[in-house]
């Protein structure tokens, strides 16, 4: 299938929210053709030059406000992962064949998405962000949403989207907060309440 597709330097995640502001003249072209078909986008991560081949796309849930110079604020919800096939380069803005593709591996146990949850909040209250109000269905996969809420690097959560395995992406989580909780408490006495990134090593 072909979809309109937009780099970014971010990581969407299914279920997630995306504001964007659209200014330029290509993305006001993409998104107003989204518009019309009610169809969703693309949003892949891009760093420079470097683009990822797994995305997820963009339902635009509502045009937040439109500007009299054609500029406009949208809101947008990510929704199913894909996996680039090709790209055409034949309109402004990019466009892509890509398959989508759902998780086909092991699911996390409630017992892990338990412990994955408590890891979170800890890891973030020891660095001293204040963590956005989330809500957690435990009897559900929650590695999407605790990931999104995760102010890390952005390759890390690449990782975390093009897993297909929700016990994968639980563990995946759980390694990277049982590795920064011990980091963080070595620290405790420094100033932490600046820090809005994680290092990955």
Request: hydrophobic share 40%; charged share 30%.
């Amino acid at each position: 299938m072909r979809i309109p597709l937009f780099p970014l330097n971010t990581v969407l995640f299914p279920g997630a929210a995306l504001p964007l502001h659209i200014f330029e003249e290509r993305y006001r072209e993409m998104v107003g053709e989204c518009l019309a078909k009610k169809q969703p986008f693309g949003v892949v991560r891009a760093d420079g030059e470097q683009m990822s081949i797994v995305g997820c796309t963009a339902k635009i849930v509502r045009v937040v406000e439109r500007y009299e110079d054609g500029r406009m604020d949208i809101l947008c919800e990510g929704e199913t992962r894909f996996e680039i096939e090709g790209l055409d380069e034949s309109r402004t803005f990019l466009q892509a064949d890509v398959e989508f593709f759902e998780d086909e591996g092991a699911r996390s146990t409630r017992d892990d998405r338990e412990d994955c949850a408590a890891l979170h909040f800890a890891t973030l209250q020891m660095a001293g962000i204040q963590p956005a109000a989330i809500h957690l269905d435990l009897n559900a996969p929650v590695a999407f949403q605790l990931a999104d809420a995760l102010p890390s690097d952005p390759g890390f959560k690449q990782q975390l989207l093009a897993s297909r395995s929700d016990a994968d992406r639980t563990k995946k989580l759980r390694d990277f907060y049982n590795d920064m909780l011990p980091r963080l408490s070595a620290k405790e006495t420094r100033h932490q309440t600046g820090q809005s990134s994680f290092p990955i090593h």
